[in-house]
């Protein structure tokens, strides 16, 4: 159905060690059936779009809402979109105008500069250790030093930094945490849910994450002011009362008048088809991290094939599993031609021009200056990544590890 622009070519016949994976590592899971259903009822009715000037009862993504916020412990959730969407309204309602500056993660991919971007503000970037997490260190320089009263943290490929230790700069000097939890949807830092750390959490429900309607965001926060903008700029024509969660009425007078409506809302069929998956989140996340443990255990087999260790506070859903492959640029080129001769489709976070979905910073040209980030460039040109679907088997990993060894060894020999 797609063209082999971002998958593997397929080899006529397997090198001649035998090894061939050939599998398709962005397969989703399927919609399950009560989903079906409930969108194909949705679609009978015609009613797509989840405000209505007549009717009775509440529409399909207020009911998400409810349900998202309540699985979260949230006061409010508000359904977007895209997670992207959600980070750009999050920045609007928290004040972040034209030419302002806004603290965010070097180890992230291009939505989350966009929505930045898309506000008008400046991004400045945050270092990144060789844990694939926020620097400390760096975070404390540029929050004392940078003027930012906001940082855009990313938990990317659902790698979570010490919360505890974040939120506490953050609040010593002021700075308010929206959080991008694309990737951490399930996830937990010490007991607590990825989101509700900061200010602002955003999620997606894009085909790739833990819960798929093919695009779409949601936005959870317990301010008032924040929900009450975020379900203006998302655009409710003023039908503010068809959410089950809002703030009072003296919210929206406060913000009616002065907010735009960007046309950022859901569709009731996208909400259809992901409330019966809330309740899949456990057990889905049970199932990654099983494979996630197998694979970590075949590919560090492999030479110079590195996996950071994970925090025991840090309660992760692992729908990808990332790598330090400790190798020249060159030599990383050739392990990921040998991974592509054997049916294996690996990213890589160093790579000259975006590929898909994984790009750098040194992408993202519309960035002010030329960043001065020299660690995380070194932690970048080596990180590979690998998704894993639910479908992976116990063989697929072992096969997995063993042709990541093969093409690493093969990338050795090169000079």
């Known amino acids: 159905m797609f063209s082999n622009v971002t998958t593997p070519s397929s080899a006529a016949t397997p090198e001649p060690d035998g090894l061939w994976f050939g599998k398709d ?25 989840r405000y209505g000037e007549q009717g009775s009862g509440y529409p399909e993504p207020s009911l998400l809402e409810q349900e998202y916020a309540a699985y979260l412990g949230s006061r409010y959730c508000v359904a977007v979109s895209s997670c992207g969407a959600a980070m750009f309204i999050a920045l609007k309602a928290l004040g972040v105008k034209a030419g302002d500056k806004v603290l965010t993660s070097t180890f992230t991919l291009s939505p989350v500069p966009g929505a930045i971007a898309h506000a008008g503000a400046e991004a400045i970037l945050i270092e990144t250790d060789a844990d694939y997490l926020t620097d400390m260190a760096d975070l404390e320089r540029k929050v004392a030093s940078s003027g930012a009263k906001v940082f855009l943290l990313s938990h ?3 790698h ?24 951490t949807m399930g996830a937990k830092w010490d007991g607590k849910h990825t989101g509700t750390w900061g200010k602002v959490g955003c999620y997606s429900a894009q085909t790739y994450k833990h819960i798929n309607s093919g695009e779409g965001g949601l936005l959870v926060t317990d301010d008032e002011d924040v929900a009450a903008q975020a379900i203006l700029m998302s655009g409710c024509y003023m039908m503010y009362d068809q959410h ?4 009072s009425t003296a919210v929206f007078e406060r913000w009616k008048y002065v907010t735009p409506n960007f046309s950022m809302r859901m569709s009731n069929l996208a909400a259809a088809l992901l409330r019966p998956q809330i309740g899949m989140l456990a057990e889905r996340g049970r199932r990654w991290n099983h494979i996630y443990a197998t694979l970590e255990r075949e590919l560090t087999k492999a030479e110079r094939v590195s996996i950071p260790a994970r925090d025991a506070k840090e309660e992760f859903v692992a729908s990808s599993i990332q790598f330090t492959l400790d190798l020249k640029p060159q030599q990383i080129a050739h392990f990921l031609k040998q991974c592509d001769l054997r049916g294996l489709y690996i990213k890589w976070f160093g790579t000259p021009a975006p590929v898909a979905f994984t790009s750098n910073y040194e992408h993202w040209h519309y960035l002010t200056g030329k960043p ?11 990180l590979l990544d690998l998704r894993t679907p639910l479908s992976l088997t116990e063989e697929d990993c072992v096969l997995i590890g063993k042709i990541v060894s093969t093409a690493s060894a093969l990338a050795c020999a090169v000079a």
């Not at 397969?27 to 797509?48: D, F, N, T």
């Open 244 to 247: 089950l969660l809002k703030p």
């Open 25 to 49: 590592l962005s397969q989703p899971e399927p919609i399950p059936q009560e989903a079906i259903e409930r969108a194909v009822a949705m679609m009978r009715s015609g009613r797509l779009h």
């Open 372 to 382: 001065d980030i020299p660690n995380s460039k070194a932690v970048l040109d080596q």
């Open 160 to 183: 979570i930094a010490d919360l505890r230790a974040v939120k506490a700069v953050c609040d010593s000097y002021g700075i308010t945490i929206v959080e991008d939890c694309a990737h």
């Open 156 to 158: 990317m490929r659902g």
